[in-house]
RNA sequence: GCCCUCGUAGCUCAGUCGGAUAGAGCAGCCGCCUCCUAAGCGGCAGGUCACAGGUUCGAAUCCUGUCGAGGGCACCA
């Protein structure tokens, strides 16, 4: 995190985010006053280390440390500890801060007082749901792009991943104040979806009797029958065609007895013969009954797992707004278009991609390239000062040519970031569990979430790296112990709810005023280590949110929980001495509100028993 | 072949912008319920951070190379 540009400002106790920033406002007047300005643009060679401002690791080097002396010390002409000598000289003093010294080659380390932490259940119980946000974003404009798989079936655990990690990066971009807009890209025009239509059509053609040999490369899946059921119920026989019809001048399919055939040319083959045999009207609701159909299926699908969107953004309304067109059209008067065996290429190799890429086909049609192109220059047209897409690893070779085309576009593509997510492998009794898409054999999400529960999947997605393999253990996720990290956290939560439940069945008279004193009682070594992980959640939220990582609330809840825990087991809450009673239940409240505050991020509940 | 990502304890993974003695969980071993939920807690053991160089006060982290795993290299989406 860099340290802000806000030029010196008196520092008040209440009003920073957290006490780091708190901290990192004495260094940086500490550092004016030595006129080492840390506001300056940072310097051509970036491989310089800027000054850090860091949580220690050994409790025996305080609460925080800096680097600053050691960073500094050649720009400003002095040794490491002669530098870090002149700073603790220039440090302001503060309340928090009951100690500063240096050590080792020069580190500042910083101890803090007590009262440092004991503030933080306070602040939480009167934040509450709005403990942990912040206005970093400053409202800025993001947009978030995920899922966007085609609507050619339903969702699979593949898709799930991608679905849980946006939700949480989409989430935690809204906690540190970015003005979030979440978008599915919705591929309903291309190839893909004419194959879908057909696909229906031939399901429905046997359902109305025809006997015919399934196209190789056609959606073979049970929701396809389903469609073609539902044409069937609703329309009879009406769009009936005989198979020789059907299947007239279209190319051999390939597989079983035709290893010579070309399973591409025929199923395009069918598509033909199917807008031409049905006619525009019948074959639109034919492909229409599909396309929303499905979608509707992964809109629920989506809304169940706890999926929002702003926007659901059509590629066929993109392209029917003349956009697509556009996009070339601005390519070609910037020059960077040629024509070559009858395609048009547009010229990405001059813009850091492998090789140059075919925007419109030789038979005349655009690409999906093509309107990715007019999608990405539409999204930076609406003014999103960041955008975010959420892609399966295995488009990363993709990634290239799209920032390369919003550069020939004359746009900026470093406001692009594509976040890869690599697959999830599903285990079961300790086996891999295969699947296939070309045969329509997976497992979809709404199976998933069937088996294991949405708190399981929501979390398991999230809890690793993204660009990290993750390993979906399904007897895991569906256990109810301890070595469930999601029911782990929950207990604790539950918990808390358990002791206030027990105090209420006691008539114990609680006070939980907010400032009465009593937490100056809270000296054990368990709660201290309860004040430090509570006082970390809104820098584990910054950072997360800004590096686009959910993985780390996951474990940093996984932290609480055992903090709370390993209190539990060593404490008793209840004790007849009213004011430690009334320190140690402040204390776990605001132990429940952090951990509902990170669950409700993850898209976790937090339920009140177990 | 070229490109991208990854390689940390037996297994699954954290490790902040390069920071001080590399951490969890599981599995293994030893303990802890007359007490707010044992769906819990404590302890022990476990490491050449794939390998080799380089950069510097300092490298698991940055650079180069090697090896290994996964993915990508369409007028498909």
């Given amino acids: 995190m860099r340290w802000g540009r806000c ?13 780091k920033s708190e901290l990192q406002a004495l260094l940086r007047e500490a550092l004016g006053t030595l006129g080492l300005a840390t506001d300056a643009p940072a310097p051509a060679d ?14 025996a080097h305080g609460d925080f440390a800096s680097n600053a002396a050691l960073v500094l010390a050649r720009s400003a002409g002095l040794r490491p500890r002669d530098l870090a000598e002149r700073l603790l000289a220039a440090l302001p003093a503060s309340p928090l801060v009951t100690r500063v010294e240096i050590a080792g080659p020069g580190f500042i380390n910083f101890h803090l007082s007590p009262t440092a932490y004991h503030q933080v259940v306070p602040i939480i119980l009167q934040q509450g749901p709005a403990f942990g946000r912040s206005r970093i974003g400053a409202g800025q404009r993001v947009q978030v ?8 079936g339903p969702l699979h655990v593949g898709h799930g991943r991608g679905a849980a990690y946006g939700a949480v990066v989409a989430d935690l971009l809204a906690a540190v104040g970015y003005d979030v807009h979440r978008e599915y890209y919705v591929n309903d025009a291309g190839r893909q979806m004419d194959i879908l239509a057909a696909s229906v059509w031939l399901r429905y053609l046997e359902l109305c009797g025809e006997e015919l040999p399934f196209p190789s490369n056609g959606y073979r899946g049970d929701y396809v029958w389903d469609i073609a059921a539902a044409l069937h119920r609703e329309h009879g026989d009406a769009y009936r065609v005989e198979r020789a019809v059907v299947f007239a001048g279209v190319p051999a399919d390939a597989g079983g007895d035709r290893p010579d055939g070309d399973q591409e040319a025929h199923i395009d083959g069918l598509v033909a013969n199917a807008k031409q045999l049905l006619g525009d009207n019948r074959y639109r609701l034919v492909f229409e009954l599909g396309l929303n159909t499905i979608l509707d299926d ?12 702003e926007e659901w953004y059509s590629e066929r309304t993109l392209s029917e707004r003349g956009a697509v067109h ?6 070609r008067t910037a020059g960077h278009v040629y024509e070559r065996d009858g395609a048009l290429w547009f010229r990405s190799s001059a813009f850091g991609d492998e090789k140059d890429r075919v925007v419109v086909r030789e038979n005349g049609q655009s690409t999906y390239f093509a309107s990715d192109i007019a999608y990405h220059m539409d999204k930076l047209e609406r003014g999103f000062a960041r955008v975010i897409d959420i892609w399966g690893a295995d488009h990363h070779g993709y990634v290239p040519r799209v920032k390369a085309a919003l550069t020939a576009l004359g746009d900026d593509a470093s406001r692009l970031d594509v976040l890869l997510v690599q697959f999830a492998v599903l285990y079961r009794g300790g086996e891999k569990v295969q699947m296939s898409t070309r045969s329509g054999d997976f497992v979809t999400l709404r199976q998933l979430r069937q088996e294991v529960g949405r708190d399981a999947a929501r979390f398991f ?12 253990d399904l007897d895991l996720a569906k256990s109810q112990s301890a070595d469930n990290p999601v029911y782990y956290i929950q207990y604790a939560h539950a918990r808390v709810c358990s002791v206030l439940r027990q105090a209420a069945d006691k008539g114990l008279a609680l006070d939980l005023a907010p400032d009465r004193g009593q937490l100056e009682r809270l000296t054990e070594a368990q709660e201290n280590n309860l004040l430090r992980t509570l006082s970390r959640y809104s820098e584990v939220i910054e950072t997360a949110a800004l ?19 390993t209190y539990y087991n060593a404490h008793q809450f209840l004790v007849t001495d009213t004011d430690l009673r009334d320190a140690r239940i402040k204390l776990i409240l605001a132990v429940r509100q952090v951990l ?9 509940s937090a339920p009140e028993r177990m």
């Fill in 596 to 604: 509902r505050n990170g669950l409700d991020l993850l898209g976790v």
């Fill in 298 to 309: 992964i809109r629920d699908d989506l809304a169940q797992f706890g999926l929002t969107y």
């Fill in 145 to 152: 792009e995920f899922v966007s798989a085609n609507p050619t």
């Fill in 46 to 59: 970036a491989r310089l280390p800027r000054p850090t401002l860091e949580r220690t690791r050994d409790p």
């Fill in 326 to 331: 556009r996009a070339i059209e601005r390519l």
């Fill in 547 to 565: 590096g686009h990582e959910p993985h780390q609330v996951a474990t940093y809840l996984r932290d609480l929980a055992n903090d709370f825990h």
């Fill in 461 to 472: 997605y999230v809890m690793r790296r993204c660009e990290q393999h993750l390993d979906f």
């Fill in 7 to 19: 030029g010196p400002r008196r520092h008040r106790l209440q009003a920073r985010p957290s006490m």
